[in-house]
């Protein structure tokens, strides 16, 4: 009982931070939460831990609403979420008409990719078993990370069969207007469905490092493959994204 009342406690000053914020309380110029003592004191009502005040901010922070900034304190995050409609971003007109699929997620934002190492390498185990290919037959391999407005949001690993992929610029650096299923629908292995998979989870030490995380934040790792007519996997990917910098949206007619 001890356990769920110190959780009510933490959740509703979340959600009065929440409302104070969203109100407009700490608005341009004035960005700056009170410090988490003064937070004890504004919300002694409810508790005076400053543990659940962190809980509260935590939950906050997970949200994309707030951020901390060491040695400074806890500000209203800045950052706009890339709102992410799979629905809207894999429909065929999108990258039919060359449009890349980034261009929907980020609304004329700033996009930079990073790292990007193309390859044709045997695949991973897991990875060979769905695309449906022997265990050390190579497959092209784009790994890269996406950084919008100068910020590491996702870490991004594709697999492509070399069958598919051979001839065409899935092979180089460059993928040209519409990205990999445009050019997997030129070469005739367009796709036409796809499957995801998504679970969140604590980021490991490597993905701390390689996105700029703060230690115990939240990924989502996210899997996607891409079949086409004739149910043959042409491509499956590995992404990784910070789950503060994005907002999930899934759209359905009745």
Known sequence: MERKAGERKYREVADDLRRRITEGEFSEGRRKLPSERDLVEQYKA?????????????????????ESRVGSGWYVAEWKPIVRNALDRLFPDR???????????????????????????????????VL?????????????????????????????????AR???????????????????????????FREQMRGRSATAAE??????????TVIEQHRIARREDGRVVECSRMILDASRYLLVYDFEA
């Open 46 to 66: 409810i508790t005076t831990s400053a543990m659940t005040i962190r809980q509260a901010l935590s939950v906050l922070r997970d949200e994309g609403l707030v």
């Open 95 to 129: 990258w039919g008409e060359a449009e890349s699929m980034w261009d929907v997620d980020i609304e004329g934002r700033r996009l930079d990719v990073e790292d990007l190492r193309v390859q044709l390498a045997p695949a991973p185990p897991e990875v060979a078993r």
């Open 132 to 164: 449906g290919v022997g265990p050390k037959v190579k497959v092209w391999h784009r790994d890269r990370r996406y950084v919008v407005d100068g910020v590491p949001v996702m870490r991004a690993t594709s697999f492509i069969p070399d069958e598919f």
């Open 167 to 193: 001839g065409t610029q899935i092979t180089e650096s460059d993928t040209g207007k519409g990205g990999v299923y445009a050019r997997l629908r030129e070469a005739g292995h367009g796709p036409v469905g």
């Open 208 to 217: 701390v490092d390689d996105l700029r995380l703060a230690k115990g934040a």
